[in-house]
């Protein structure tokens, strides 16, 4: 079998929420489009373009944010550094121009009500997450691109392989499940991080691998203390409360802090007791998804929509653990990436094609395995706790309310944290050999289940809590 070849940044990649697979993927879809398009036949001698939106994409697209995405992604604003706090500005100029500048340089008209079409009643076989770039140029002739968004922010255009790009990277370690990964962390010697930094070297030196992950993590930190400081009311009609705000200043007792340094400083002193630590997780869990809800910049982890699962472990391994160091939160990631790849080679990180099993069981599986080993466990005992952690997220539906991701998905990040930690104690207290059921197995068991799965649980909002919370109103 040939071996994918998946990157640590791959797996995770900057950009705006709050979808890696409704609003980063189709995003990125429309800009490899324009730059395609912009090199064979040049912006200037388009006439018009116009986008359809299939199956998923289509049902919870306006929740998720998938016409601003497109549209933003025609302009070619990339997503890893756009303001974000313009987005509503290039939103409504477009919306009353009736107009938006093509690649950023080229103005044609372009009508968003007709422009931007969801098909809600149409899915194209290969994925549910399906969009359709149509454009006609100014000599008649008349183009056509499909793409799919596969999750964690991948896409794939039509008829191309989704690992074109590296299929053909000849790692040193490749790594295609669990089995592989462990065959060679035996042989070696190595540990999985190690493991993994050495493939790491096929692509870049590692210089650049370290100083683009802690880039990785700098923008999860700042995407976590913004959220923990920014009150208000999500956007989309649920009237969703941030909660992370505060549950912060309830836990650090009001006391003020200037930066990212001092907040941590101050976590540090409070008591560190089993209900506050609990509470901590969730902050930081929440004030990421928060962030995400309201097009925040995130990290898809391994996607928007369980952000904030790997953040939070890694802080409270950070804050808890004393992992403050380059080394451990680099060692963190790596792991944590390897586990997230698996999966996706092995089963599936989109929810539109297995549930949120997908994204939060994904994501606690990853966290799980980074924590054990970055508190002293072998390598058994982290592909033992990645184990644990998604055997107890097996069969976890996607249905969010008014196709946003906002309520359950919020709260599943605070659970899915939880979960890897207390998966992760298991592994760290049990002997390597006792698991019963192998990482492997469990990916296979996922895909099954993700087969198994009624559509209608699957980012539809045609199922589950979805249809029994009408959107904008709430219970006691």
Not at 318 to 328: A, H, R, S
Not at 348 to 370: F, L, P, R, W, Y
Not at 446 to 472: Q, V
């Amino acid at each position: 079998m040939p071996h994918e070849a998946i990157s640590v940044f791959d797996i995770f990649k900057i950009g705006v929420g709050p979808s890696s697979s409704h609003t980063l993927g189709p995003w990125r879809a429309a800009i490899y489009f324009i730059d395609s398009v912009k090199e064979k036949y040049g912006l200037e001698n388009v006439m018009h373009v116009q986008v359809l939106l299939y199956g998923s994409l289509a049902k919870t697209g306006h929740g998720h944010g998938t016409d601003i995405a497109v549209k933003m992604g025609l302009m070619l604003e990339d997503p890893e550094t756009t303001d974000v706090s313009l987005i509503n500005d290039k939103m409504q100029q477009i919306a009353v121009e009736n107009s938006i500048l093509l690649g950023g340089t080229q103005s044609i008209s372009f009508d968003p009500q007709k422009d931007i079409v969801f098909l809600y009643k149409e899915s194209l076989p290969f994925h549910p997450n399906a969009m359709t770039f149509l454009l006609s140029l100014k000599n008649g002739e008349n183009i056509s691109e499909t793409w799919y968004s596969i999750g964690g922010g991948f896409v794939v255009q039509e008829g191309a392989s989704p690992n074109a790009v590296k299929e053909n990277v000849d790692l040193p370690f490749p790594v295609n499940d669990a089995e592989d990964l462990l065959f060679w962390c035996i042989k070696t010697g190595m540990s999985i991080h190690e493991v993994v930094m050495e493939n790491e070297s096929t692509w870049r030196n590692e210089e650049e691998t370290r100083a683009g992950i802690l880039r990785i993590w700098k923008t999860m930190r700042e995407c976590m203390y913004r959220g923990c400081d920014t009150k208000g009311e999500l956007p989309g009609g649920l009237k969703v409360k941030r909660r992370a705000f505060d549950l912060n200043k309830k836990l650090t007792k009001n006391e003020t802090y200037n930066n990212y340094e001092e907040w941590i400083a101050l976590i540090k002193k409070s008591s560190g007791n089993f209900n506050e630590i609990l509470d901590w997780i969730s902050c930081f869990a929440l004030a990421v998804n928060e962030e995400n809800a309201a097009f925040g910049r995130v990290v898809t982890a391994p996607t928007n929509g369980a952000a904030g699962v790997i953040p939070a472990v890694l802080q409270y391994f950070i804050v808890f653990c004393n992992g403050e160091e380059d080394d451990k939160i680099i060692n963190f990631l790596l792991t944590a990436s390897e586990v997230g790849s698996i999966f996706k080679k092995g089963a599936t990180i989109s929810a539109a094609m297995g549930g949120c099993q997908a994204e939060i069981g994904v994501s606690s599986a990853m966290a799980a395995a980074a924590l054990t080993e970055s508190l002293g466990g072998t390598q058994k005992q982290a592909l033992m706790a990645a184990e644990i952690a998604m055997e107890h997220h097996l069969g976890l539906t996607c249905d969010p309310i008014g196709g946003l991701v906002q309520i359950p998905c919020i709260e599943r990040n605070t659970m899915g944290a939880i979960k890897a930690i207390t998966a992760s104690q298991l592994a760290l207290q049990s002997a390597p050999d006792y698991a019963k059921v192998s990482l492997d197995k469990v990916v296979k068991t996922m895909w099954d289940t993700a087969l198994d799965m009624n559509s209608k649980y699957k980012e539809t909002s045609d199922g589950g809590l979805a249809i029994h919370i009408p959107l904008g109103l709430s219970e006691c």
